[in-house]
């Protein structure tokens, strides 16, 4: 019988942003798993924020066996150790965003898109707002809601 050891060493080096992506999971106590892989990439091949059915469709695509509940699994606890964001549009479905600089959203009230909008960092973030005294900064959940370029056109008030 083979070691464990063994086995692993046997298989190919993950490349630079794998082994970032494998830290962080490990940091947060879980395994570098090529489900939470292929869900990952599913999130960060576009800058779209998808909903965990988008993710579950691409990720499809790559691994055909993988189900909507490992999807959801996955994005929980990439989550939880900070390699994605869960993004709230009113009562939609969540989406979820892979930027892990410090930023905003904004929602197109007419199509429903959602962009990053940079924002400066934490300790920048205080200067916004005339925050109370001895009050700091450690997470920011900001959405600006308005009309997109593409649907300005067609709104009036635009």
Known sequence: MK???????RR???????????????Q???????QRRVVFDAVTRSHDH????????RAKKA???????TVYNCLETMAQCGLVRQVHVDREASR????????AHFVCGDCGRVEDVPL???AGLARLWSLPPGY????????????CPACAPKTPSA
């Open 3 to 9: 070691s464990r050891s063994s086995r692993s060493s």
């Open 12 to 26: 190919p080096a993950p490349a630079a942003g794998a082994r970032e992506y494998g830290a962080t999971l490990a």
């Open 28 to 34: 947060g106590g879980f395994r570098f798993t090529s």
């Open 50 to 57: 998808p909903t965990a059915v988008d993710v579950f469709i």
């Open 63 to 69: 691994m055909p066996s993988i189900s909507l509940a």
């Open 96 to 103: 979820f965003c892979a930027n892990r600089e410090a930023h």
């Open 120 to 122: 400066p960092a934490r």
């Open 136 to 147: 700091a900064v450690t997470h920011s959940d900001i959405s600006l809601r308005g009309v």
